[in-house]
């Protein structure tokens, strides 16, 4: 199993995902798709937020992802203030822009992501300008599937730029732990056949260990200035991943002293309205269990047909990091 | 290049350093883009690789573990049928 958008591509893409098949090698994506593990409610926050006046901002993939019954993108069009990002610095120059106007960014990502959101909070921006954090970390949901049990994974392809930032080190605990061994990987196509074929080696020899087959990008001890960055300004707490139930400490949540940007505590009266309610994800949508890495998008009946990236039923065919959109680019659909 | 309505999350996109502004650089992507990206998670000098994400630098890329790789590479293609 991998957890990354982008290897995802490039195993599809390139066809390595058929040709290794062929070889025995079954290679699927598990959560790693940081627009398609935000859950059904987080994305109401942000469509609440916009119905109240707030300008809201995303990046691009997650103002397409529906909602009971509208997205960010819709809401656009209902007359709502909904911008579209590069970067959390994007948003924030729209504070600066808009004095009078409350400012919200919606901070998805996983530890690739975080650092940029925490250099920014710690450049002191305006007060207008707030945070619907939504970041989430890898290396807990690696042991939550572990530990669910519903799949065997013999191995596992860690991705590249979440290790740039955390290094290799906070993966060692699956290897000892579990005997599960892996590599981190880089996204060349030959990066990823280099990470499999270490995979297989380590599997021939019975060996369980942390391998780092993209060194020209990340160290053992990772990013260590990012890493004192996000310390500084979040702190972990339990969040539900689509898909998956409350995975305990794998969120990240900002620090009591930085809680005048953060849009649940700025915002908490209009938020309080949703706060108890439960949203399901669409009616017939399996992103839940192609994100648990029981499915391909071929065993689901919507893929392809009602489920398209012109009309998405769920997130995983909305993002182009996630499995359904991916495939129906690259497949003979 | 940078396509902003498609943004990846996780995506970072290697360039070169051709100038330094404090807390920001400009870095040339090598197919005429040229960004200002954040630099305040790296420690970089003018004509450093870095990765970005998200319009900051994430990491410095070294050049001698990239000629590593190719290395690598090599003797894994060397080695077709054995696996």
Redesign the interface.
């Known amino acids: 199993m991998h957890v990354?958008?982008?290897h995802q591509d490039t195993l599809v893409k390139n066809g390595l995902d058929t040709l290794l098949k062929k070889?025995g090698i079954e290679i699927g994506q598990g959560p790693?798709?940081?627009?398609c593990v935000t859950t059904p409610k987080e994305i109401e926050e942000m469509l609440l937020l916009a119905r109240k006046d707030v300008i809201v901002t995303s990046?691009?993939?997650m103002m397409n992802v529906p909602g009971e019954q509208f997205s960010l993108r819709s809401m656009k069009s209902e007359g709502c203030d909904v911008r579209?990002?590069?970067?959390?610095?994007?948003a924030v120059k729209i504070a600066v822009e808009n004095p009078e106007r409350g400012v919200v960014f919606m901070a998805?990502?996983?530890e690739?992501?975080a650092?940029?959101t925490a250099?920014t909070i710690l450049?002191k921006p305006p007060d207008n300008f707030s945070i619907l954090c939504c970041h989430r970390t890898i290396p807990p949901a690696l042991r939550a599937i572990i530990e669910m049990g519903e799949i065997k994974i013999d191995g596992l392809i860690e991705?590249g730029?979440?290790s740039?930032?955390i290094g290799t080190k906070p993966y060692e605990f699956l290897s000892k732990k579990f005997g599960v061994p892996q590599v981190v990987t880089?996204f060349e196509p030959?990066?990823v056949?280099?990470g499999c074929?270490m995979l297989?080696?380590q599997i021939q020899k019975k060996e369980a260990k942390v391998e780092n087959?993209?060194?020209?990008?990340?160290h053992y001890e990772g990013?260590v200035?990012?890493q004192k960055?996000m310390n500084v300004v979040f702190e972990p707490c339990d969040i539900k991943w689509r898909g998956f139930p409350i995975i305990k400490g794998s969120g990240l949540k900002l620090k009591q002293k930085f809680e005048k940007y953060d849009a649940r505590v700025k915002y908490k009266e209009i938020l309080n309205e949703i706060q108890d309610k439960e949203f399901h994800e669409p009616e017939g949508c399996r992103c839940g269990e192609l994100l648990r890495g029981l499915i391909s998008p071929f065993d689901c009946p919507l893929f392809g047909q009602v489920c398209t990236p012109d009309h998405p039923v769920g997130p995983c065919m909305v993002?182009?990091?996630g499995s359904c959109n991916i495939e129906y680019r690259y497949s003979d659909h | 290049m940078?396509?902003?309505?498609?943004?990846?999350?996780?995506?970072?996109i290697p360039g070169k350093i051709v100038e330094i502004q404090k807390?920001h650089a400009t870095v040339d992507y090598g197919d005429g883009t040229r960004r200002q990206v954040?630099i305040?998670?790296?420690?970089v000098k003018k004509g450093d690789y870095v990765?970005v994400?998200?319009?900051?630098a994430?990491?410095v890329?070294?050049?001698k573990?990239?000629m590593?790789?190719l290395d690598?590479?090599r003797e894994?293609?060397s080695l077709e049928g054995d696996?």
């Open positions: 990354c958008g982008t070889c790693g798709c940081p627009v990046f691009g993939d579209m990002v590069y970067g959390i610095e994007d998805v990502g996983f690739t992501t650092p940029t250099s450049n991705p730029h979440v740039t930032i880089g030959l990066d056949l280099m074929w297989v080696k087959e993209y060194k020209r990008a990340v990013n200035k990012a960055i993002s182009i990091e | 940078l396509d902003v309505t498609h943004q990846i999350v996780c995506l970072a807390d954040n305040s998670l790296v420690k990765l994400h998200a319009g900051f994430i990491e890329l070294s050049e573990d990239a590593e790789t690598l590479f894994m293609l696996v």
